[in-house]
T-cell receptor, first 114, second 113 residues
Framework: DGGITQSPKYLFRKEGQNVTLSCEQNLNHDAMYWYRQDPGQGLRLIYYSQIVNDFQKGDIAEGYSVSREKKESFPLTVTSAQKNPTAFYLC?????????????FGSGTRLTVV | KQEVTQIPAALSVPEGENLVLNCSFTDSAIYNLQWFRQDPGKGLTSLLLIQSSQREQTSGRLNASLDKSSGRSTLYIAASQPGDSATYLCAVATGAGSYQLTFGKGTKLSVIP
């Protein structure tokens, strides 16, 4: 079955450490997105990518970085510059921006600072 | 800037009851509206997608309507079941040239056996 796989499910980060969250899709979708979810705040867009080797900042990109070297993969790195990284991170994909097919989401990664 | 509001924030109903969840948005120039379900600690599952040219979509016991002119959508759940307990999120795709999905904060539904 086609879908989006996020790993790991749970991740713990020490102060000053960079960590990378994985997102892989086999839907042949061009567009991929990273969202952060905090209690009571809804989902906020971190980064998005429309095609390979291209990505754009979303509303809360500071302290995060991404790459899009393959169509299937869109990893998110949470750097030490992100002061409050504890949150639930969701990756999504879409056939293409403006494609009007809707978003498909992964199962999420919960990141906790220890 | 698009704003999406979902009311109520939480809802508790007895099993078997029909119910309506509401979503309102401020900018009517949308591409589509999508309803999602989220179980605790899980990702989002797409329930229904309504394109801007459509008025409603149906899937099983779920029916979603869209009224662009008034900036409203409703999700109707028929004959609710305890397994329907989850948070329901409404998301609106907006923005010519700067396409973005804006989410509401969700309605947490509890169906009591």
């Amino acid at each position: 079955d086609g879908g989006i796989t996020q790993s790991p499910k749970y991740l713990f980060r020490k102060e000053g450490q960079n960590v990378t969250l994985s997102c892989e899709q086999n839907l042949n979708h061009d567009a991929m997105y990273w969202y952060r979810q905090d209690p009571g705040q809804g989902l906020r867009l971190i980064y998005y990518s429309q095609i390979v080797n291209d990505f754009q900042k979303g509303d809360i990109a500071e302290g995060y970085s991404v790459s899009r070297e393959k169509k299937e993969s869109f990893p998110l790195t949470v750097t030490s510059a992100q002061k409050n990284p504890t949150a639930f991170y969701l990756c999504a994909s879409e056939k293409g921006r403006y494609s009007n097919y809707g978003y498909t989401f992964g199962s999420g990664t919960r990141l906790t600072v220890v | 800037k698009q704003e999406v509001t979902q009311i109520p924030a939480a809802l508790s109903v007895p099993e078997g009851e029909n119910l309506v969840l509401n979503c309102s948005f401020t900018d009517s120039a949308i591409y589509n509206l999508q309803w999602f379900r989220q179980d605790p600690g899980k990702g989002l599952t797409s329930l229904l997608l309504i394109q801007s040219s459509q008025r409603e979509q149906t899937s099983g016991r779920l029916n979603a309507s869209l009224d662009k002119s008034s900036g409203r959508s409703t999700l109707y759940i028929a004959a609710s079941q305890p397994g329907d307990s989850a948070t329901y999120l409404c998301a609106v795709a907006t923005g010519a040239g700067s396409y973005q999905l804006t989410f509401g904060k969700g309605t947490k539904l509890s169906v009591i056996p």
